[in-house]
């Protein structure tokens, strides 16, 4: 389990999340002795994301390697900005133990430079406050849950929907409004009757496929490669 998740200023406080490649669709596995495959327990490369400068907090180890005396957490920060660097290490320079940037280099520096900051785990709060790290679902989802895998919105989707029409949406919804009145359905379950008829017509459960990937469905559908067979459907029922 992620040292960073079980220490005691952190746990079920701040949302910890794997750190994974954003094309990966699973969590670490490891092979048990019957075979089967199961969540790698060695895994932990885990970090709190923050949306402040995009910055990431992760467990860094004990506090020997700054002369301590082994006892205590020490935590980074990874802030992907060079001025919220230079303003988390002026407002909270009484608790930063070292940082890897030098601000000597005046207004000249890169103003997206990658700023590592340490601290004692004890000051989480104070760091994270600053940087505005996510406490949502803290309680409720662990570090292995797999809510936790990177979702489609993070993709590229220059690459992933460069074909995809801009402007679908606004053509789709207007279809969409006109199967719901013809067949007396509520707004609310419009899309999920549309999604449901066209998994009958490719035969394919295309919402569980989507879900399975941590797509949208309509984005799952052109990655599918059925948006013409999608596009050909909602013209057909909703003109």
Same mark, same amino acid.
């Given at each position: 389990?992620?040292?960073?998740?079980?220490?005691?200023?952190?746990?079920?406080?701040?949302?910890?999340?794997?750190?994974?490649?954003?094309?990966?669709?699973? @969590?670490?596995?490891?092979?048990?002795?019957?075979?089967?495959?199961?969540?790698? =327990?060695?895994?932990?490369?885990?970090?709190?994301?923050?949306?402040?400068?995009?910055?990431?907090?992760?467990?860094?180890?004990?506090?020997?390697?700054?002369?301590?005396?082994?006892?205590?957490?020490?935590?980074?920060?990874?802030?992907?900005?060079?001025?919220?660097?230079?303003?988390?290490?002026?407002?909270?320079?009484?608790?930063?133990?070292?940082?890897?940037?030098?601000?000597?280099?005046?207004?000249?520096?890169?103003?997206?430079?990658?700023?590592?900051?340490?601290?004692?785990?004890?000051?989480?709060?104070?760091?994270?406050?600053?940087?505005?790290?996510?406490?949502?679902?803290? =309680?409720?989802?662990?570090?292995?849950?797999?809510?936790? @895998?990177?979702?489609?919105?993070?993709?590229?989707?220059?690459?992933?929907?460069?074909?995809?029409? =801009?402007? /679908? /949406?606004?053509?789709?919804?207007?279809?969409?409004?006109?199967?719901?009145?013809?067949?007396?359905?509520?707004?609310?379950?419009? /899309?999920?009757?549309?999604?449901?008829?066209?998994?009958?017509?490719?035969?394919?459960?295309?919402?569980?496929?989507?879900?399975?990937?941590?797509?949208?469905?309509?984005?799952?559908?052109?990655?599918?490669?059925? /948006?013409?067979?999608?596009?050909?459907?909602?013209?057909?029922?909703?003109?």
């Amino acid at each position: 389990m992620s040292k960073l998740y079980k220490n005691k200023f952190i746990n079920k406080r701040y949302r910890v999340i794997p750190k994974l490649d954003i094309e990966t669709s699973s @969590l670490p596995t490891v092979l048990n002795s019957k075979g089967e495959e199961v969540f790698d =327990k060695s895994f932990d490369d885990y970090y709190i994301p923050c949306t402040r400068g995009n910055a990431e907090i992760y467990y860094y180890g004990k506090d020997t390697t700054f002369g301590g005396n082994g006892r205590d957490d020490i935590l980074c920060a990874v802030i992907n900005s060079y001025s919220i660097g230079d303003d988390v290490n002026e407002k909270l320079k009484d608790y930063v133990i070292s940082s890897t940037n030098n601000f000597t280099n005046g207004v000249n520096a890169p103003p997206n430079k990658e700023v590592t900051v340490y601290f004692y785990a004890k000051d989480i709060d104070l760091f994270a406050k600053l940087l505005k790290a996510g406490t949502r679902g803290a =309680k409720s989802i662990p570090p292995s849950s797999k809510k936790n @895998l990177p979702h489609e919105r993070e993709i590229d989707k220059t690459v992933n929907y460069k074909d995809m029409p =801009k402007d /679908w /949406w606004k053509e789709f919804s207007a279809y969409g409004n006109n199967i719901s009145k013809k067949n007396h359905i509520s707004a609310k379950s419009t /899309w999920s009757y549309i999604f449901n008829e066209f998994s009958n017509i490719v035969k394919r459960d295309i919402v569980a496929e989507a879900k399975s990937e941590n797509y949208k469905t309509t984005h799952y559908i052109h990655k599918a490669g059925l /948006w013409e067979e999608f596009s050909k459907y909602m013209i057909k029922e909703g003109a």
